[in-house]
Nanobody, 125 residues
Framework: QVQLVESGGRLVQAGGSLRLSCAAS????????MGWFRQAPGKEREFVAA????????YYADSVKGRFTIFGDNTQNTAYLQMNSLKDEDTAVYYC??????????????????WGQGTQVTVSS
């Protein structure tokens, strides 16, 4: 069992920056990949970024490439999403997710076993 808690979401002006945190606890030794997803009002949950645990491999959705960076500190069991050059289109509830089975679609929400409660990011312009 893994528990995830996101934090850092808030109101921010367009063009600004924000860093989200995801603290993991429980059976963190079993984690294979950490990911970030988001869901805007009236839209389906979409993939944002993923990080291979115990490595440096990363993957980003096209909409955030060059603006967002995912990184983690596995000694602290924490993943981060650094968001720069924020746009109003980035407004959404952001969810941290974890994959433990060692395989799966890093873009697919259904392949992540554990989820945080979500943190609201609102970009104003």
């Amino acid at each position: 069992q893994v528990q995830l808690v996101e934090s850092g979401g808030r109101l921010v002006q367009a063009g600004g920056s924000l860093r989200l945190s995801c603290a993991a606890s429980g059976r963190t030794f079993s984690l294979y990949r950490m990911g970030w997803f988001r869901q805007a009002p009236g839209k389906e949950r979409e993939f944002v970024a993923a990080l291979r645990w115990n490595g440096f491999s990363t993957y980003y959705a096209d909409s955030v490439k060059g603006r967002f960076t995912i990184f983690g500190d596995n000694t602290q069991n924490t993943a981060y999403l650094q968001m720069n050059s924020l746009k109003d289109e980035d407004t959404a509830v952001y969810y941290c997710a974890a994959m433990a089975k060692g395989y799966g679609d890093w873009r697919g929400a259904n392949d992540y076993e554990y989820w945080g409660q979500g943190t609201q990011v609102t970009v104003s312009s």
